[in-house]
T-cell receptor, first 111, second 116 residues
Framework: GQQVMQIPQYQHVQEGEDFTTYCNSS?????IQWYKQRPGGHPVFLIQLVKSGEVKKQKRLTFQFGEAKKNSSLHITATQTTDVGTYFCAVPRSNDYKLSFGAGTTVTVRA | GAVVSQHPSWVICKSGTSVKIECRSL??????MFWYRQFPKQSLMLMATSNEGSKATYEQGVEKDKFLINHASLTLSTLTVTSAHPEDSSFYIC????????????FGPGTRLTVT
């Protein structure tokens, strides 16, 4: 089963506003990955976080790994219609390191 | 970048028939490929891990006799859904890791299967 809780499940955002999606684990993670899946499409790798407290930016996207390496967030500023899709976090399973995906946050944008 | 293709992109079949889905790594060799299933508005669930030259590893609850996986070469893995039923209708996605990055997975475009 899933090892991470991802919230919120849905995010309706006014164009131009910011939003954040969160992934939380009860156990310490070695790393966490983020993927984006556009409607009707397939997941596309965005980034991997490895270090405690790590922050990485990709244009309007800011990814953060918690100090305890149990949670992560993705913050998008000035949301655009191109940001529509479902954002998944994924973590390696403790026993075999295969990826376990969060439930995803589906983002819709109001123009 | 690494590209993974899947064929067909969508397929409709009758209940009781079998369907084969191909997953190819186009510009890299993949010793390991992964098969996922995704139901509408749900997350990706790993079905099995396909290993070149050896038997696939199936996740708990996935019937290996129903979902046959063959990883015949370093660039091709196939998933055959045997005796398909309407409840097998889903989005099937494969992914592969390249030798360049041990953690990044490249996903195929997916195959939407509808069983009538």
């Amino acid at each position: 089963g899933q090892q991470v809780m991802q919230i919120p499940q849905y995010q309706h955002v006014q164009e131009g506003e910011d939003f954040t999606t969160y992934c939380n684990s009860s156990t310490t993670l070695s790393n966490i990955q983020w993927y984006k899946q556009r409607p009707g499409g397939h997941p596309v790798f965005l980034i991997q976080l490895v270090k405690s407290g790590e922050v990485k930016k990709q244009k309007r996207l800011t990814f953060q790994f918690g100090e305890a390496k149990k949670n992560s967030s993705l913050h998008i500023t000035a949301t655009q219609t191109t940001d529509v899709g479902t954002y998944f976090c994924a973590v390696p399973r403790s026993n075999d390191y295969k990826l376990s995906f969060g439930a995803g946050t589906t983002v819709t944008v109001r123009a | 970048g690494a590209v993974v293709s899947q064929h067909p992109s969508w397929v409709i079949c009758k209940s009781g028939t079998s369907v084969k889905i191909e997953c190819r790594s186009l510009d890299f060799q993949a010793t390991t490929m992964f098969w996922y299933r995704q139901f509408p508005k749900q997350s990706l669930m790993l079905m099995a891990t396909s290993n070149e030259g050896s038997k696939a590893t199936y996740e708990q609850g996935v019937e290996k006799d129903k979902f046959l996986i063959n990883h015949a070469s370093l660039t091709l893995s196939t998933l055959t859904v045997t005796s398909a039923h309407p409840e097998d209708s889903s989005f099937y996605i494969c992914s592969a890791r390249s030798g360049q990055s041990y953690y990044e997975q490249y996903f195929g475009p997916g195959t939407r299967l509808t069983v009538t």
